[in-house]
């Protein structure tokens, strides 16, 4: 199915990290009027936002959330509608952004991830991350995301040969991103070596193979193309939107070192867009573990299913590379503010398609972003031209 353009005129971003002295709301305004300011509307040029969280009640006990910050961005009385799918939540709402304004039903809306996860302790954090399992058959039974993960890494070493130093360079690649992204979490190298001697998180898994948690936000301005002439010359467009789900327990799956959400989310992406794999310049994909990046790139096509490990270390998803994968230092490096991430990849490659991207700049014509939910549940794919 083709869909009407939609045009990213706008994009902003908070630094990612353990931000004490914000508060949620702080977050998202000053996201949101980054946004705002890149794209040069106005605040009555908004016809709705769209906001993706994925715990508020949990992490800082605060619901209904796109009220609040329609409220306290000085928005009122435009829509506003909170989208939750644990850490695919910004992916959705994008894809519910784009929906909305190539339906026709808004000219300018906005779309906002934000996670404040830090005000409570890593237990805890772990805790209700967890709840984007099965609660009967995974948490309850005390498993973690770091443990779903770590069954998922042991399984494709199993069924590959991919070895414990092919994930470490996911690690490796993503930290030397990071450094050059001034909004990163962490911004400073990692070797092969210390990604395995750190410490032992859940085996394979070290701590250097984890995504951390993170506060942040990120905030982008959609319009239609006509509405776009009016704000900018050089608007990026979305031309692909495609969405998928998987059974949420790891063991309901026919096989775990596969994500077939991500595989059918890409499919219906590149139809739509009229595109491959084989086109896409750059991509922002959802690497929460550095064995979860394998996943993400054999799904997406660039590489074939189980080569993710070996086309990883020979360099072919560096900057520069055959397909730069996670320029922003991706969520290992950059930081998972985990219902900010999905935003945060489009405002990533858009500043990539614009030639904005600073030291981390690449050659890019045509990029994709790729945001999951839980261990596979949930997948969001979007493609985006110049
Ligand atoms: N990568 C690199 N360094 C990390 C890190 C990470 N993922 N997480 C924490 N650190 C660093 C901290 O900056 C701190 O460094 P310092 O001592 O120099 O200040 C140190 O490690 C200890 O930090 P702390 O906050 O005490 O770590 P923790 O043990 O509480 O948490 C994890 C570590 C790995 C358990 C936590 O980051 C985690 O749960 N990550 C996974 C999040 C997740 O599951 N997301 C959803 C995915 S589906």
Redesign the pocket.
Known sequence: MKMNKVAVIGVGLTKFGELWDQSFSDLFVEAGANAIVDAGIDGKDIDAIYLGNMSGGRFIEQEHMASLISDQAGLNPAPATRIEA??ASGGLAVRQGVIAVASGMHDVVVVGGVEKMTDI??ER??QT?IT?ADQEWEAFLGM???G??ALIARRHMHEFGTTREQLAAVSVKNHANAKDNPHAQ?RFDVTVEQVLG??M?ADPLT??D????TDGAACIVLASPEKAKEFTDSPVYITGAGQATSTIALHDRERITVSDATINAAKAAYKMAGKGPEDIDVAEVHD??TI?ELLAIEGLGFCEIGEGGPFTEEGSTARGGKISVNTSGG???KG?P?GATGVAQVVEVVLQLRGEAGKRQVDADVGLTHN?G??GGTAAVHILEK
Do not use: D, R
Not at 210 to 213: D, V
């Open positions: 644990a850490c302790t890593s954090v772990t991350l984007a973690t995301f770091p779903v993960y962490f750190s410490t998180v701590l250097l984890c995504s951390p948690i929460c573990f979860a969520l290992k490096a998972h985990v999951v839980g261990s």
